[in-house]
């Protein structure tokens, strides 16, 4: 079964500081990986989905992250951190039958001014 | 256009009492799925309804937990009787049938403290 791994429960940048959040899936490549945020007392948000057309995908408020086979890896990042970026997120797989998700621990953002 | 809704936002009830939780989908999305998120662990996939069906529930814990989702609209989790460790947020997430992306769109959650 497909799994994903975030290494750090909790990040900490500065405001204007590259933001870098790690997530490594299993061996096997999947066909999709997204990346979820979760803002204060709000639901899961779709920040951005890798469908296997492009390895570089761009997200909303300008988040990115780039597919690399080679390291199994689907980190997301970010330039320079804004205030608003404060929130948790979650990298997540779907199952073989491209319905249930599977999600990592997610990790924590935080924003110092 | 509505996202997932789901009621209440937070519940405590205590060990034995019986709590149900909702969730309000997307309009026109037939799939829907309850998740959920014990604290300090990742969030779980509990139950997936196709419209009115139970397509897989191969992730609820145990018989305390009752899904419903009748006439294909809302669904209800009901969880009798509650112990501690059902204590987490509980997610609803809906989708369109038929997509091979699958995205799926995911309420606030339920927050469940039971004690």
């Known amino acids: 079964a497909q799994s994903v791994t975030q290494l750090g429960s909790h990040v900490s940048v500065s405001e204007g500081a590259l933001v870098l959040l790690r997530c490594n899936y299993s061996s096997s490549v999947p066909p999709y990986l997204f990346w979820y945020v979760q803002y204060p007392n709000q639901g899961l948000q779709l920040l951005l989905k890798y469908t296997s057309a492009a390895t570089l995908v761009k997200g909303i408020n300008g988040f990115e992250a780039e597919f690399k086979k080679s390291e199994t890896s689907f980190h997301l990042t970010k330039p320079s951190a804004h205030m608003s970026d404060a929130a948790e997120y979650f990298c997540a797989v779907p199952n073989s039958g491209y319905s249930t998700l599977t999600f990592g621990k997610g990790t924590m953002l935080l924003v110092s001014p | 256009e509505a996202g997932v809704t789901q009621f209440p936002s937070h519940s405590v009830i205590e060990k034995g009492q019986t709590v149900t939780l909702r969730c309000d989908p997307i309009s026109g999305h037939d799939n829907l799925y309850w998740y959920r998120r014990v604290m300090g662990k990742e969030i779980k996939f509990l139950l997936h309804f196709v419209k009115e069906s139970k397509q897989d529930e191969s992730g609820m814990p145990n018989n305390r937990f009752l899904a419903e989702r009748t006439g294909g609209t809302y669904s209800t989790l009901k969880v009798q009787p509650a112990e501690l460790e059902d204590s987490g947020v509980y997610f609803c997430?809906?989708?369109?049938?038929?997509?091979?992306?699958?995205?799926?769109?995911f309420g606030a959650g339920t927050r469940l403290s039971v004690l």
């Open positions: 997430a809906s989708s369109h049938l038929g997509t091979r992306e699958n995205i799926q769109y």
